[in-house]
């Protein structure tokens, strides 16, 4: 990784390193040669990539740091380009909205809430490990990983299974985009609105005791006069969609990856693999270690500074484009003593992997729990698991925003 960026060179530095299958090293070759780099982001626009611990922890609680592009200047990396009706969500909210909203949403990952969910996620891992087990061998991401968080989150918002495969779809073409084919990419988002207004109008027509029926009824109550929902919330109809695509968005991608980086590493480690089959209620402490070693979001979502700020002595003006790399924040020595190393013993109380402050992960009980049970369940269910492929034949997707596998073939 080059070293030409670290006091505030305009020359972007080649990001081509961080989309490897293992980009680490590159990660600590940037924490080394500085702690704040201009980059090129995914849609090509410029970027600041914040690399160290500490200037990352302090910059995910900073105020001044907008997720509102409203506060973006032209030119800069802005993300996803998504329709009003997508893109009024928590990933692009400040107070007082962010707060409004989030109550709202936070009432679904309630501990009562998750805890309930226990039970109906663990008959789905065995029933996705009973089809498997005829086989003898499987793609560990689209026979397990992936259906297992989806079906999960479907049964949250109340949306029939028979959608799941077109979901997949749409996910993949937003997240591992064919450069050869940039239409796919407008066509998912697309079709993901057509398919949440269907869902909402389904919804009020036939309402059901999950989470979408709720929000819906939050924001028809006020509609039809009331003006508020309980507790005085607001909830407009581009936000009410927007939260749905959220919710499912975020609840599949987050938890699918964190599942597969997490047993790719116990198949890597397997001294830690039988420890944990003959010891399962380690794996909610486990699963903290999962995240920090290889989480599935390597970088926060990109925030745009209200005034002339400092990161790490590194002056940036306002409305630029600033990314904080979780990753390397998680791999920092500086903060976790021999990084590079899958330690389950560690002081983990500090890891970065479900973001800090007002923007912490919503999910994040909901997506500990899924992984820890997924975990137990595939560990007990097949004691010789193992790859089914050469290490060097196992691929990551290559995206900045993204770490998680293509597929990850298995025998047991």
């Known amino acids: 990784m080059p070293n030409t960026a670290d006091t505030g060179s305009d020359a972007p530095i080649d990001v081509t390193p961080l989309l490897d299958g293992d980009p680490y090293a590159a990660y600590a070759a940037l924490r080394e040669a500085g702690p704040v780099h201009r980059i090129t982001g995914a849609d090509g626009h ?5 690399t160290r611990y500490d200037d990352v922890r302090r910059a995910l609680a900073d105020p001044r740091l907008s997720l509102d592009k ?3 200047a032209p030119g800069g990396y802005r993300g996803f380009s998504l329709p009003p009706a997508l893109d009024a969500n928590l990933l692009n909210m400040d107070p007082p909205d962010h707060t409004r909203i989030r109550r709202l949403v936070v009432k679904a990952f309630t501990p009562g809430r998750v805890e309930a969910l226990r039970a109906p996620v663990r008959q789905v891992a065995d029933e996705l490990l009973d089809a498997m087990a005829e086989r003898g061998r499987a793609d560990l991401m689209t ?6 968080p989806i079906t999960v989150i479907y049964d949250l918002l109340g949306i029939p299974l028979r ?23 407008k066509e998912a988002i ?41 507790g005085g919330e607001r909830l407009s109809e581009d936000e009410l969609t927007s939260l749905a695509f959220l919710i499912l968005f975020a609840g599949y991608e987050n938890t699918v990856h964190l599942i597969g980086n997490a047993v790719l590493t116990l198949l890597d480690h397997p001294d830690q693999l039988r420890q944990l089959q003959h010891n399962p209620a380690e794996l909610p402490a486990a699963v903290e270690e999962f995240l920090r070693y290889d989480g599935p979001g390597p970088l926060s979502i990109r925030r745009f500074p209200k005034e002339d700020l400092e990161i790490g002595g590194v002056r940036i003006a306002a409305g630029e484009s600033v990314l904080l790399s979780i990753a390397s924040a998680n791999r920092d020595p500086a903060r976790f003593a021999d990084p590079d190393t899958f330690d389950r013993g560690r002081d983990l109380s500090g890891h970065l992997a479900l973001g800090h402050g007002i923007h912490y992960c919503l999910g994040a009980p909901l997506a500990r729990m899924e992984a820890a049970i997924a975990l137990e369940a595939l560990l007990d269910r097949f004691p010789g698991l193992r790859l ?8 990551h997707r290559r995206a900045l925003r993204s770490r998680g596998l293509i597929s990850l073939p298995v025998a047991f």
Request: charged share 30%.
């Open 46 to 50: 410029p970027a600041w990539l914040v």
């Open 190 to 230: 697309g079709a993901m609105l057509e398919f949440f207004t269907g869902l909402i109008a389904a919804k009020r027509a036939e309402p059901s005791d999950d989470l979408f029926s709720d929000l819906i009824a939050v924001r028809d109550d006020q509609a039809g006069g009331e003006g508020d929902g309980p």
């Open 388 to 395: 089914d492929v050469p290490r060097g034949d196992v691929r």
């Open 163 to 185: 959608d799941r495969r077109d979901f997949l779809a749409w996910s993949n073409a937003l997240f591992t985009p064919d450069p050869s084919r940039p239409e796919l990419m």
């Open 70 to 72: 409203k506060h973006a």
């Open 143 to 148: 026979d397990y990983a992936g259906p297992l």
